[in-house]
């Protein structure tokens, strides 16, 4: 597939900056973070202008398919479905009075119940993960569940609550004191979660992935969160399943919990239910874990909770996952780049791989070095492909490719990992004649 195009057009009002890389740099260096700007110009110095479907159009006119976006476009971009419901309600109402009643935020809620396992009916919109998360640690305080438990490596956002419960030092370190109170223990260890709990009766509110994404997409053992829920059960303590990452679709099934038929006190959505056009999150309780915040409904609030623009986004992910059978094809696209990827990384870099693993379309190719991800990011980006680090993990390359790939750009994204591949290789895999281990 060709990905040399007309450059995008430029944004409304663009002084001429919009398509100036030194221009750009040095505003990201006055005007934003200099860290950042130096890994915009370490992944080639691209301008993004434009995006559509999988792919993203830069200002030269690069076509770059996008199977990184941290896991919030299993729609791709701008997809017609959601772009649709987003217009109209952009040109009906697109914030609330939050004084009347309003429909999108009801449907929208709705919507999201039909699709989480049953007994979760009741939902608090906001506006990204980590609010999901800090809304839930509230949640779980209303019952006297004040400990929080979550797993080292875990990643949920860095607001200081969910920031408590990001199991990462690097992170944290800054911005101490955080949350009092918070435990740690090892992801997929049931046994160890019902220890901690059992030293903490009817206080624990247990935060855990279904699958650890930013840890560098950590499977558990078969079984582990109906143990986590028994666990939970038996020691009083509140359960919330973190499915920002994972949920509606990403895993090849609505959820992660609907692989092992669990049903937490409270579900955090995130990333994909923006359907890739606004910024939104949820969480989804039971009835009775929800009840303290129906007492008073100013309790937990926020300006943008439920607006009707990222509803309406809400909506539209919602619908077309479910008219396009996006869970099901993610399940079996997944499948499929899974063991094509996995044979190219493995067939170039021999023994650096340490692991190739993925549910869905959640894909992690771990090596052996450390340098060998960020080098291939980089050169997937060359060979146009988008990929993502780690947050938590530096040993692995992830990969969240849309569910709405078509045939050719599956070719697509297969023949440019293998040439990324087989150009990093060459500087890391001792040749036959005993050449560079790292050049
Ligand atoms: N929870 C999980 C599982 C996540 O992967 C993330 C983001 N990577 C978050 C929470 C935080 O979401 P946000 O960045 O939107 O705050």
Same mark, same amino acid.
């Given at each position: 597939?060709?990905?040399?195009?007309?450059?995008?057009?430029?944004?409304?009002?663009?002084?001429?900056r919009?398509?100036?890389?030194?221009?750009l740099g040095a505003l990201y260096r006055t005007r934003l973070n200099k860290?950042r700007a130096?890994?915009?110009?370490?992944?080639?110095?691209?301008?993004?202008?434009?995006?559509?479907?999988?792919?993203?159009?830069?200002?030269?006119?690069?076509?770059?398919?996008?199977?990184?976006?941290?896991?919030?476009?299993?729609?791709?971009?701008?997809?017609?479905?959601?772009?649709?419901?987003?217009?109209?309600?952009?040109?009906?109402?697109?914030?609330?009075?939050?004084?009347?009643?309003?429909?999108?935020?009801?449907?929208?809620?709705?919507?999201?119940?039909?699709?989480?396992?049953?007994?979760?009916?009741?939902?608090?919109?906001?506006?990204?993960?980590?609010?999901?998360?800090?809304?839930?640690?509230?949640?779980?305080?209303?019952?006297?569940?004040?400990?929080?438990?979550?797993?080292?490596?875990?990643?949920?956002?860095?607001?200081?609550?969910?920031?408590?419960?990001?199991?990462?030092?690097?992170?944290?370190?800054?911005?101490?004191?955080?949350?009092?109170?918070?435990?740690?223990?090892?992801?997929?260890? $049931?046994?160890? #979660?019902?220890? @901690?709990?059992? =030293?903490?009766?009817?206080?624990?509110?247990?935060? !855990?992935?279904? +699958?650890? %994404?930013?840890?560098?997409?950590?499977?558990?053992?078969?079984?582990?969160?109906?143990?986590?829920?028994?666990?939970?059960?038996?020691?009083?303590?509140?359960?919330?399943?973190?499915?920002?990452?994972?949920?509606?679709?990403?895993?090849?099934?609505?959820?992660?919990?609907?692989?092992?038929?669990?049903?937490?006190?409270?579900?955090?959505?995130?990333?994909?239910?923006?359907?890739?056009?606004?910024?939104?999150?949820?969480?989804?309780?039971?009835?009775?874990?929800?009840?303290?915040?129906?007492?008073?409904?100013?309790?937990?609030?926020?300006?943008?909770?439920?607006?009707?623009?990222?509803?309406?986004?809400?909506?539209?992910?919602?619908?077309?996952?479910?008219?396009?059978?996006?869970?099901?094809?993610?399940?079996?696209?997944? $499948?499929?780049? #899974?063991?094509? @990827?996995?044979? =190219?990384?493995?067939?170039?870099?021999?023994?650096? !791989?340490?692991? +190739?693993? %993925?549910?869905?379309?959640?894909?992690?190719?771990?090596?052996?070095?450390?340098?060998?991800?960020?080098?291939?990011?980089?050169?997937?980006?060359?060979?146009?492909?988008?990929?993502?680090?780690?947050?938590?993990?530096?040993?692995?390359?992830?990969?969240?490719?849309?569910?709405?790939?078509?045939?050719?750009?599956?070719?697509?994204?297969?023949?440019?990992?293998?040439?990324?591949?087989?150009?990093?290789?060459?500087?890391?895999?001792?040749?036959?004649?005993?050449?560079?281990?790292?050049?």
């Open positions: 597939m060709n990905t040399a195009s007309v450059p995008a057009a430029p944004p409304a009002g663009d002084d001429g919009a398509y100036d890389r030194s221009a860290g130096v890994l915009g110009e370490m992944f080639g110095g691209h301008v993004e202008l434009e995006s559509r479907g999988a792919w993203v159009i830069t200002a030269e006119g690069r076509r770059i398919l996008n199977c990184g976006g941290y896991g919030v476009l299993l729609l791709g971009s701008r997809h017609p479905t959601v772009v649709r419901l987003v217009e109209e309600q952009l040109h009906r109402n697109p914030v609330a009075t939050r004084v009347l009643l309003e429909p999108q935020a009801a449907l929208a809620a709705d919507a999201l119940v039909e699709v989480v396992p049953a007994g979760l009916e009741r939902v608090h919109f906001a506006g990204s993960g980590a609010e999901a998360v800090e809304t839930a640690i509230k949640m779980a305080r209303t019952h006297g569940r004040d400990h929080l438990v979550a797993t080292y490596d875990g990643y949920h956002g860095k607001t200081m609550g969910a920031l408590s419960l990001t199991g990462k030092d690097v992170f944290q370190a800054p911005f101490r004191p955080l949350l009092p109170d918070v435990h740690h223990v090892p992801f997929g260890d $049931a046994e160890a #979660l019902d220890e @901690l709990l059992a =030293t903490i009766p009817g206080r624990g509110c247990v935060v !855990v992935e279904p +699958v650890q %994404g930013e840890a560098g997409v950590v499977l558990p053992p078969d079984g582990y969160l109906r143990a986590v829920q028994r666990a939970c059960t038996r020691h009083g303590a509140f359960f919330v399943l973190d499915e920002v990452q994972t949920g509606l679709g990403r895993l090849g099934t609505w959820f992660g919990a609907d692989r092992e038929g669990v049903t937490p006190d409270a579900l955090l959505v995130g990333k994909g239910l923006s359907g890739g056009v606004i910024p939104v999150s949820a969480v989804v309780a039971t009835p009775r874990a929800f009840s303290v915040f129906d007492r008073d409904p100013y309790l937990h609030t926020s300006t943008f909770s439920g607006v009707p623009i990222a509803m309406a986004a809400a909506r539209g992910a919602i619908t077309a996952i479910k008219e396009e059978g996006l869970v099901e094809r993610s399940r079996d696209l997944g $499948a499929q780049l #899974l063991r094509t @990827l996995g044979d =190219t990384v493995r067939e170039h870099f021999g023994d650096a !791989v340490r692991d +190739v693993r %993925g549910r869905g379309l959640l894909l992690g190719f771990e090596f052996r070095e450390p340098g060998i991800p960020g080098d291939l990011l980089i050169e997937l980006v060359s060979q146009g492909v988008i990929a993502n680090h780690s947050l938590n993990s530096h040993l692995v390359l992830r990969l969240t490719p849309p569910a709405v790939l078509d045939a050719a750009e599956v070719s697509f994204l297969c023949e440019a990992f293998d040439r990324a591949c087989r150009a990093q290789a060459a500087r890391y895999v001792p040749t036959s004649e005993g050449g560079p281990v790292h050049a």
